[in-house]
């Protein structure tokens, strides 16, 4: 089991950045054997993947995203962040971080591949 914990989001202008940040703790799995991931919501939308981090620190963004979200971990203080730059209107929804046991086909960004989820925090960017 793994349980994840999300502090607050926040608003920001177009532009600027943010960083979110996810507490993570497992009771079965070894740090290192998790799919650790960012998904996010848009209002009226289905959630989607923004990025993933795998056991060897590979990771996958979708290719609207690569060039502005960075998805990374602390394993010391197990925490997963997501660092978000130039951000747009459009990114405003709900942000999820997730988890699941690492298997062979590596860290999809499909959301029905995770097991256990953050609480989720909103993201606003308004000018």
């Known amino acids: 089991q793994v349980q994840l914990d999300q502090p607050g989001g926040g608003s920001v202008q177009p532009g600027d950045s943010l960083r979110l940040s996810c507490a993570f703790t497992?009771?079965?799995?070894?740090?290192?054997?998790?799919?650790l991931g960012w998904f996010r919501q848009i209002a009226g939308k289905e959630r989607e993947g923004v990025a993933v981090?795998?056991?060897?620190?590979?990771?996958r963004y979708p290719d609207s995203l690569k060039d502005r979200f960075t998805i990374s971990k602390d394993i010391t203080s197990n925490i997963l962040y997501l660092q978000m730059d130039t951000m747009r209107p459009e990114d405003t929804a709900m942000y999820y971080c997730?988890?699941?046991?690492?298997?062979?086909?590596?860290?999809?960004?499909?959301?029905?591949?995770?097991?256990?989820w953050g609480q989720g925090t909103q993201v606003t960017v308004s000018s």
């Open positions: 981090l795998g056991e060897n620190g590979e990771t």
């Open positions: 497992t009771y079965t799995y070894s740090i290192s054997r998790l799919c």
């Open positions: 997730a988890a699941r046991r690492y298997g062979a086909g590596g860290c999809g960004l499909n959301d029905y591949e995770y097991v256990y």
